[in-house]
């Protein structure tokens, strides 16, 4: 497809269309693309399961390798894009998904080579499901001067993927059998956080988070469409998202809402401090009870809802902030949690949001300059799109972001898990080991493997 750059700018039509549709299964439309779209589609549902959002094919994609100005360079583009669609009242409006690279400065060739620094795109069919409304869109942006034709046969494509979705009942392949398993760069990782705790001792940083991967192989090539299924069996409290490129899928279940933007209301979370679920009720609360009781947890999520407060205080009017955290209990793991509103100033943006927030401290580190340095040059891996903002945001400027955690990147029978920790002077490597172990199990459940083989 041209782009909305450069001198074809002007010829560029944006062509929609809606229809309500009964009876939808979102992982049933999803799975109706694995012919024609396997590699381009993407699936997103909040944590509260109120919204929902799938998208087959690629209408249009905006991306960049930038190091400087990649959220300024998608929101203008996004911008000039929805210019050129036909401003009418509908249900749903076209909406672009997708996501950052954690650190555009970091160079390791890695998995993640074929992910640009920024990758969004808007889908040729748009899957939504609102308040238990169904609404699937057609997107057509062409410089054809007649492109009826082309219209009417996404049109009957439409209606067989539909069709498909309602009938044809959902694959649900079973999980594939673990065959290899490697803690990569282990030791480098037990030696970066020892470093980084003298480092944070001597007081040149405040708190790094360090993170460490594993790379898994399975006996079979995983389907998309199952992967994403079994998540939202395993993790039904979290935000469930799924973005395709080519022969990978970088998906998870993440418990942390970035920002969300609503009819100019912001949104967003402190998350950070964390301990495992008790075997029965009593530990459980007793486990979280010395949780809200931790010094160094409750330090480190002091500093992520300062900053998060920071950024509201700049972008925002009417900021409301809890003066204590709260417990947020998932499958595997309970956090300490401090929700963060205020009300949009007319100048600021969706993407301004994210980009002043990326990386909160529960990712980076505090200060996150100096952070996201010590991380680049210590942990020796490319994270991607993993701990990055992904999300959407439509043609009326709304949208949401999460943190892309608790989350893995498929390639074949391949799977590369992350998960990480905030290091502070108190830190022990082993212990921080161990935390990761815990924050791997929601995909090693997902995939079918588990932490004793």
Known sequence: ????????????????????????????????????????????????????????????TIANELEENRYQDIASKWKELCQLSLKEKADVSPILFGGFSFDPFN?????????????????TFQLVIRNEQAFVSIHLITDEENSMDTFEQLRIERDALIHTSQVK??????????????DRLK??????????????????????VIGRSLKLTFDDVFSSASVLYNTSIEQPESYLFGLERDDKLFFG???????????????????????????????????????????KNLAEHKYVVDMINKVFEQYCDEVKVPSRPKLLKIRDIQHLHTPIQGQLKNSASLFQLVEALHPTPAM????????VAIIRESEQMNRGYYAAPIGWID????????????????????????????????????EEFEETRVKFRPMLRTLGGNMNE
């Not at 060739?109 to 992910?115: N, R």
């Not at 470093?195 to 001792?201: A, L, N, P, S």
């Open 1 to 60: 497809m041209p782009n909305t750059t450069g001198q074809k700018k002007s010829t560029l039509r944006f062509y929609t269309e809606t229809i309500e549709v009964s009876r939808l299964s979102a992982h049933a439309f999803f799975a109706a693309g694995d012919e024609n779209y396997k590699g381009k589609r993407f699936f997103w549902q909040n944590k509260e399961k109120t919204f929902t959002l799938v998208g087959l094919g690629h209408a249009h």
């Open 107 to 123: 160079r390791i060739s890695s998995e993640w080579d074929t992910f640009p620094s920024a990758f969004f795109t808007l889908s």
């Open 169 to 182: 009942e959902l694959k649900n392949h079973a999980k594939s059998k673990l065959v290899e398993r490697e």
């Open 187 to 208: 030791e480098k990782y037990l030696q970066a956080v020892e470093d980084v705790t003298k480092r944070i001792q001597e007081n040149e940083v405040k708190k790094v």
């Open 253 to 295: 279940a993440t418990p942390e809402r970035l920002v969300k933007v609503e009819h100019g209301e912001a949104l967003s979370a402190g998350i950070a401090g964390s301990i495992k679920r008790g075997e029965t009720s009593i530990e459980d609360r007793q486990l979280g009870e010395s949780l809200l009781a931790d010094p």
């Open 364 to 371: 980076g580190g505090e200060p996150r300059e100096e952070a």
């Open 395 to 430: 043609t009326e400027g709304d949208g949401e972001f999460a943190v892309g955690i608790r989350s893995a990147l498929l390639e074949n029978e391949h799977a590369y898990l992350y998960a990480g920790g905030g290091i502070v002077a108190e830190s022990s490597s082993l």
